[in-house]
Every structure is written in structure tokens, then in C-alpha cells.
């Protein structure tokens, strides 16, 4: 069993978004360790374990991975994209997050890999229970109490 806390990465190019999701995470799982990008490239990066994101101790493969599509340079189906042909073996639930999930941009984002799409909600109570059922089904409980396990000695 992995004994270090699950890793959430938070691909949001909006600052406040990013902060949002993070700490509605932190408080659907206490412990869970979160790690943002603010862009495509970045998000890119931190997958590929590339500087300044080489250190997997201090940058560990992410359990799972809340996705904004609307990202600056590269955009949520790049990112997809690039999971999906160079990074497959990492089998990492996607979840897109968006402001505006049409029907058609919702097929493409599942081909290309992502496990669900949500539209983000305006209300704080209502985007801190979406991001708590989402990271109560990608993040499993055995992984926390293992961690904590772990980090009691």
C-alpha cells in the first residue's frame, strides 16, 4: 500500500477557482494533498514530472485530476489529449469542471478520457458538494486512513 496522502491536481487557469476547488477538497478529505497548475503547459509539466515539478516526493503522480477546458496556451482537450497518448499507464481519473458543458464538447471530452463532466456551479455550497462527491468517488478512503496510518509512525 502507497502510505504517502493522496495527491489531487487542480488544472484551473482562474486563481480563485483553484482555490476554491482546493480547499473544498481539503475539507471533503482532510489530509488530501493538493497541487495546482495554472495553465495547460503547467499541468502538462506537473504530469511529466518535468522542473520544477521533477521531485515526485514534493510533486507525487496525482490521484486524481479536477480539469478546467478553458485554459491559456494549451486547452483541456490538449491536456486530455496528451494523458491519453503519452501518459496512459497512469490510468488517472480526469474530471472537467466547466462553465458550459455542451452536449457535443461533453462526448469529446469522455473520448478523449475524462471520467465526468460538470458544470461548475455558481453557488459555494453547491461547488463544495459536487467537489466532495467527486472526491469521495476517485479518492478512496483506505488511501487516507493508510496515509494517516503512516504519518502517526
Known amino acids: ?19 476554491l476547488f482546493a480547499a ?19 499541468g502538462i509539466a506537473y504530469l511529466a514530472g518535468l522542473p520544477p515539478f521533477d ?15 478553458i485554459l491559456t496556451d494549451v486547452d483541456g482537450f490538449e491536456v486530455l489529449s496528451w494523458i491519453r497518448d ?8 480526469v474530471v472537467v469542471l466547466t462553465a458550459s458543458p455542451s452536449i457535443r464538447d461533453t462526448k469529446r ?21 459536487l467537489v466532495r462527491s467527486i472526491v469521495d ?5 483506505g488511501e487516507m486512513i493508510g496515509a494517516h496510518i503512516w504519518a502517526m509512525g
Open 1 to 19: 500500500m502507497d502510505m504517502r496522502s493522496p495527491t489531487l491536481l487542480v488544472i484551473e487557469a482562474s486563481s480563485d477557482q483553484a482555490l
Open 24 to 42: 473544498a477538497a481539503r475539507r471533503a478529505r482532510a489530509g488530501l494533498a493538493v497541487h495546482t497548475a495554472a495553465d495547460g503547459l503547467e
Open 55 to 69: 521531485d515526485r516526493r514534493a510533486h507525487p503522480v496525482p490521484e486524481l485530476i479536477l480539469l478546467d477546458p
Open 86 to 93: 503519452r501518459a496512459p499507464e497512469l490510468d488517472i481519473p
Open 109 to 129: 471530452f469522455q473520448a478523449l478520457g475524462a471520467r465526468e463532466v460538470h458544470r461548475k456551479p455558481d453557488d459555494p455550497a453547491e461547488l463544495n458538494q
Open 137 to 141: 468517488r476517485w479518492i478512496r478512503a
